[in-house]
């Protein structure tokens, strides 16, 4: 009996707080994450969208929404999520928070203040630990760096795909203002994508392919 996929995916932006009322962030729009979602719904799968702040519009039905802000918070979720669920892949989409303050105020600081400096600490690889709790997960990331070219920008997401022991990774930049993107995987790669819901298309169906062909279900 063939069991319905399930898909978890992370999309948005990630907060990290600096004071009671400040936070940093970045300029993540979650698109990709919504695209993906809708592509794997129509291919039959059973979708969880761990959906980062912002306002969105669109959301199809039959895709269990589960909203966060802060990077702890997206921290938790995914860790709950595998910890207490069967999934058969993590597209982990999330433009995630790479450094956090090393202290948060635990107050407004005053606008009145001459300067404000910040120390930056690195915050925990999540996708490292994807497959903590299923090791034969299949698992999907992202690297984004918006100006490297093709050769430098795929050398980084093989750096990504084999230190985070991923399945597949999709590298992706918009250099000279324009969408690109690759599918990576050991010894091959498809592309180029010039624009998300290509991209998304190709993915979604080599995550339901190759994620059925390892027996997961």
Not at 63 to 78: M, V
Not at 135 to 141: A, E, I
Request: proline share 3%; charged share 25%.
């Amino acid at each position: 009996m063939v069991t319905k996929k399930n898909i978890l995916i992370t999309a948005g932006p990630t907060w990290v707080a600096i004071d009671r009322v400040r936070v940093i962030s970045n300029l993540a729009s979650g698109e990709t994450g919504f695209i993906l979602a809708d592509k794997f719904r129509k291919l039959g799968a059973a979708v969880t969208l761990l959906l980062g702040p912002g306002n969105y519009r669109g959301l199809q039905k039959n895709i269990e929404l589960i909203r966060f802000n802060y990077f702890s918070e997206l921290a938790s979720l995914l860790d709950r999520e595998l910890k207490t669920k069967k999934f058969t892949a993590v597209i982990h989409a999330a433009a995630v928070a790479d450094f956090r303050p090393e202290r948060v105020a635990k107050h407004k600081i005053s606008s009145l203040r001459k300067n404000w400096r910040l120390n930056l600490i690195p915050t925990k690889k999540l996708i490292k630990g994807l497959k903590k709790y299923q090791t034969d997960l299949f698992t999907v990331g992202f690297k984004f760096e918006p100006d490297l070219p093709k050769d430098k920008l795929l050398y980084e997401a093989g750096i990504l795909l084999k230190e985070s022991k991923l399945n597949l990774v999709v590298a992706n930049s918009n250099r000279n203002l324009g969408y690109q993107a690759y599918i990576l995987n050991k010894g091959y790669k498809y592309g180029p994508f010039l624009s998300k819901t290509k991209m998304a298309a190709c993915l979604s169906v080599l995550v339901m392919d190759k994620a059925g062909k390892r027996g997961i279900n």
